[in-house]
């Protein structure tokens, strides 16, 4: 159930997803290194995830407990495929997220993160799956 916040609508999620490395934690990060990305704006912090594919979108919600909704983006041409994203606004993701090496325009300076071994291969099956 949402919590009303001042400037909207304020959804649940855990914001300690990305605090302790877990091979569920690594995957996740692993996508939104290949299919995510952070922003600021004037109303706050932002993580954004998108795929083509939905079970995908669905599970990273559940595995990050989140209430926020699913948005179904249409191709604006044909041949493409539908899109699906999930949209969370929260400052203490954002700013774990910023530790880990994902930043706004990440495409232009993304590194490999300082991934523990064990997880490595979470972290690689998350990116290609992104």
Known sequence: MPILASM???YRVNS????????TMAYVLGFVY???SVYRSSRGNYLNI????????????RWMESEHI???????YP???TRFALHIGDKKLYQR??????????SLTV?????????????VRGYFDG
Request: charge should be positive.
């Open 97 to 106: 997220l910023l530790r880990l090496g994902v930043h706004p325009s990440k």
């Open 111 to 123: 590194r490999m993160p300082d991934v523990p071994r064990r997880f490595l291969s979470d972290f």
């Open 79 to 81: 041949n493409r495929k």
């Open 70 to 76: 699913i948005s179904e983006i249409q191709p604006p």
């Open 8 to 10: 909207g609508i304020k």
């Open 16 to 23: 300690d997803f990305f605090k302790d490395w877990s091979s």
């Open 34 to 36: 290949a299919d995510g």
């Open 50 to 61: 998108t795929s083509t594919d939905r079970p995908i979108i669905e599970n990273i919600k």
